[in-house]
């Protein structure tokens, strides 16, 4: 068995990456409350939409999301390659009254998966939450959707994005350090670093899931990693247009007559304007909205997110000092009128630059205990997570060339 495919990774591993352990009908009811309001109020996609929709499921893991459209509604077909995961959806599916909504349950992965001779087959909705970022290249996945995907139907895409991912490789970095100057298993390492930030969220998966998801995960890197503006223009010549997204990735201050039609173009324009704007909130997780475009910005930042991802394969003092250099101008910018933030916010991400600029030294000077008492004692450390996890929802509005 290989990594060439995140599912090929799944399938060495002893546990289901993304598995809540519903035990009882409370906790499906707490996990579709939480599914009600992304779907209603961020991704404007509420639970009526899905009534009687043909949906496709991309590896749904366990199956706890595909419950919820389920009940919902929706006739799902779940495509999960991962063949150990089939028997825990089944019996979700049977303990939770929806065995009559799963109307398939097939092991192709996406690109494997056949495409429908007929409109007919095809489906109103495909949703790939968790994997789709690491397939490569990204118009792949973005044409073959479209071939299995009705006109006016819609895409649901959560990936990992590439900004918001500097915590989150940080986290891996701080985890490969320590594990390389204590010898410790990846779990015992992960436990001794973060048990108190982990246990400072709710949450309903276990941390043995999330070592294995995150921190060990060899996809969860920059080279994977999506950067929206990309996506969204590999996405319209693929035939899809832009629904909505969470974080927005449109311009939501843009103001005009109700009766003006913005063409493709303009749309792009002020779209890549807006995520310019955004990159600081997507990194921090917070609203840190640009009065203007900082011209440096991006390049600075992209050096901090390679440096740190070069520090998880070989920890070294020039790409430590990189990073320094970065959160430097970061923390330089943040106290600045350039940066539109709530005082609060600004000041909570300021709090984590200063917390990483403290925690760098303790990892070049390669002292694990002081390590471990810094990320489980520093509030700025253990407040912040970044903003990695985005979703976006494609509507098709053009038919496949190839369909």
């Known amino acids: 068995m290989t990594n060439d495919t995140l599912y090929g990774y799944y399938l060495q591993q002893d546990v289901l990456p993304t598995v809540g352990h519903f035990e009882e009908y409370a906790d499906l009811v707490a996990h579709e409350e939480h599914r009600r309001r992304l779907f209603t109020d961020k991704l404007h996609l509420p639970p009526a939409m899905f009534r009687g929709a043909r949906l496709l499921e991309f590896g749904p893991d366990a199956g706890e999301n595909s419950l919820v459209f389920a009940q919902w509604g929706a006739d799902c077909t779940l495509a999960e390659p991962n063949r150990k995961a089939h028997d825990t959806i089944r019996k979700y599916f049977a303990k939770f009254d929806q065995t009559q909504r799963l109307r398939a349950l097939r092991s192709e992965d996406l690109v494997q998966y056949p495409v429908p001779v007929g409109d007919a087959e095809r489906f109103d909705v495909v949703d790939a939450e968790g994997f789709i970022y690491t397939i490569q290249p990204t118009s792949l996945w973005l044409e073959k959707c479209a071939r299995?995907?009705?006109?006016?139907?819609?895409?649901?895409?959560?990936?990992?994005e590439a900004y918001g991912g500097f915590m989150e490789l940080m986290l891996k970095v701080i985890h490969s350090r320590f594990r390389a100057l204590t010898g410790l298993a990846p779990q015992l390492a992960a436990e001794r670093l973060y048990q108190t930030k982990w246990d400072s969220i709710p949450h309903k998966r276990r941390m043995e899931s999330w070592t294995m998801d995150v921190l060990m995960n060899p996809f969860v890197r920059l080279k994977y990693f999506l950067e929206p503006r990309a996506l969204c223009d590999e996405a319209q010549a693929a035939g899809w247009s832009l629904y909505s997204a969470w974080p927005?990735?449109?311009?939501?201050?843009?103001?005009?007559?109700?009766?003006?039609?913005?063409?493709?173009?303009?749309?792009?324009?002020?779209?890549?304007?807006?995520?310019?704007?955004?990159r600081v909130s997507h990194l921090f997780g917070r609203k840190h909205?640009?009065?203007?475009?900082?011209?440096?910005?991006?390049?600075?930042?992209?050096?901090?997110?390679?440096?740190?991802?070069?520090?998880?394969?070989?920890y070294d003092v020039a790409g430590a000092e990189q990073c320094i250099q970065q959160l430097h101008r970061l923390e330089t910018l943040l106290q600045s009128d350039a940066v539109i933030s709530e005082p609060v916010d600004r000041e909570a991400s300021l709090q984590t630059v200063r917390s990483y600029l403290r925690l760098f030294p303790l990892l070049t000077e390669g002292r694990p205990e002081a390590i471990a008492e810094f990320c489980n004692q520093d509030a700025g450390f253990i407040l912040t997570w970044g903003m990695p996890s985005h979703f976006t929802v494609f509507q098709k509005t053009a038919v496949s060339g190839t369909a």
């Open 148 to 160: 299995l995907t009705r006109v006016g139907g819609f895409l649901v895409v959560f990936h990992c």
């Open 289 to 314: 909205f640009l009065a203007c475009v900082e011209p440096d910005l991006e390049p600075n930042l992209w050096s901090l997110l390679t440096a740190t991802d070069g520090l998880i394969d070989q």
């Open 248 to 278: 927005h990735y449109a311009d939501v201050l843009d103001v005009h007559w109700f009766k003006r039609t913005l063409s493709a173009e303009q749309l792009a324009r002020l779209r890549a304007d807006f995520l310019k704007r955004s």
